[in-house]
């Protein structure tokens, strides 16, 4: 097999493990990782990624930016207006309800409407209409004597309700400058509200056995809307509404984006990394891409990622390791196919998918095709190499047995005929990564053992632990995490980095809530410098 060379160009550098200087016998164990920072991303507003808008103050035709797409008389009802830059909508002596369309419609997609306050009685909401048959999904908020009470979620297929939700809020949510939002958690969704800066879960639904928003004609027929109902002489007045590609509540999963032999790449000065957007527990994670100034903490979203398997649906897998491969000049990589649990089977058909993309799928909304690889069982977290003494690709992934247990597999393909060589390992696995240190690679893998274990490449042997000072866990929180270790050139603060994150799940989600976690940066040294 020929030798990879980074993409002229596009990646300006793939970092080579032991280019730091550090002597070629360093070991994974010798070295100390001491917390530098933490962040938790929170649909953080500087972070989301445009898809559509409605902003009053740069509406100059609202009714052909922004048309009605229910039949409605608002001569009789109610009018909208601009003033002093915000949407207003009042009702006269009729009840009246309306939808004015801002976007079209991604199921990974965040929704906001942003409420500046209410009058009299009714509704304002979030809505999204196929246009070809009338079908309604809407998340709506009701109001009386001006203040919120209760959010609902409702779908509407074939003229029928199908799903209705209600949540009574809380009597200490204010009265003005709101935001409703929807997170759509592609096989379902979680509704939110925030107030001061901090988003509340209201509640959530799934509904994919009775729509299935995977399916791509979804994307094509689906409006999203501002919708509203007003009983007699009320009125709501509006910010405004936007659609986005978001971080969501919570990060996970985290790891480097390599070339074929496992080095990090290194573009526009910025490393890239794989890790899951939350949505609460399976199916509704998806995939996400992000990067890092490694000199600094600025950890910034890229994108989102779904995976095709040609059976007409976006899938929302995750868990994924991505490589450029320069000799076909594709992205390929592998990822775990926990979409099966969205009504495809469960743990039964959950597997290890190949996936590819002629197209770089770091930024924006990217979609990859997927296979599977041909191993039998429900394992998760595939990292893969290309050993190029070896002429083998070695796949370290979580081998499903009583419990998850790290196991090594070879093949002379990257996706197809998979052998296991070593393992599965006694401790509980997650997280596995195969990294160089010097010239010598190991393999890590975080447990719910309070450790991260190190073992030696191939065989998995036990060769030690990684020493972490303030470590992502406590005694009231989990510590099945990744570790993601990166050896760095000349020139940064540390010849190592780590990022890792904690498993602290967003509040109010009842089980399972998977929706972790907050971002942790590491720094690495030899323990032999003082």
Known sequence: ?????????????????????????????????????????????????????LRPPEVRDFDLMHPELFEVDEGVGAKWSIKKGKLTRESSNVAAHSMRWVGGFNAYATYDLSVHRLEGKGNTGIAFRDSSNGDLMATRLHFREGRPYQITWEVNLDGERVVEKKWDLRGDLGVEDLILRVQMAVVGVNVLVESNGESRLVGFADFSKEIDLREKRHMRYFDFGVASELEPNSSIVLHGASAGLTPGTGQADIR??????????????RLWFTMTVRGRALPNPMQAVFSLNPSVFDIRFEGIIAFDLGDGLLRNEHASHIFYDSKSDEWRGWTTG??????????????????????????????MKAKPVGIDGAHEDAHCIYDREAKKWRMLLCEKQEKFRAAMWESEHWDKGFQRIAGPVAMDST?????????????????????????????????????IYLPPWNEGNGTRIWPNV???????????????MDRVNFPGMPKPNWTYGALYLYHGWPKSEK
């Open 1 to 53: 097999m020929e030798l990879y060379s980074p993409l002229i160009g596009l990646i300006t550098l793939a970092l080579v493990s032991g280019s730091n200087g550090a002597e070629a016998s360093a070991h994974p164990w010798d070295l100390a990782f001491k917390r530098q920072a933490v962040k938790r991303m929170i649909f953080d507003p500087d972070q989301t990624i445009p898809l559509s808008a």
């Open 486 to 500: 990166i050896s760095l050139p000349e020139g940064y603060p540390a010849p190592y980095l780590a990022l890792m």
């Open 431 to 467: 997280g596995t990564m195969i990294q160089k240190f010097g010239d010598t690679r190991y393999a890590l893998f975080g447990s719910a053992d309070r450790t991260v274990y190190i073992a030696t490449y191939p065989d998995l042997e036990p060769a030690g632990e990684l020493e």
């Open 256 to 269: 480097a984006i390599t070339d074929p032999e496992g080095s990090p790449l290194f573009d526009e000065e």
């Open 338 to 367: 926990f979409s099966a649990y969205g009504g495809d089977g469960g743990e039964s058909a959950k597997t290890i998918l190949a996936v590819s993309s002629k197209r770089d799928p770091r930024r924006g909304f990217s979609i």
